[in-house]
């Protein structure tokens, strides 16, 4: 039996800090991530994915 799991959500920033809150009325608390010298970073909550833009 196959199970249907959505992928993460992308979202591209243009700023290496970002918040996430989960989005909608049942998200999670807000979280504020930093990329450091990385180019992505994960909510530890909903594995949203936050990329920064290409310049």
């Not at 996430?20 to 970073?41: F, I, K, Q, W």
């Amino acid at each position: 039996m196959a199970t249907n799991i959505e992928a993460p959500e992308i979202v591209e920033s243009d700023s290496t800090e970002v918040s996430c809150d989960g989005g909608g009325t049942l998200g999670h608390p807000r979280v504020y991530l930093n990329m450091g010298e990385a180019s992505e970073v994960e909510c530890p909550y909903c594995d949203r994915k936050f990329v920064l833009k290409k310049k």
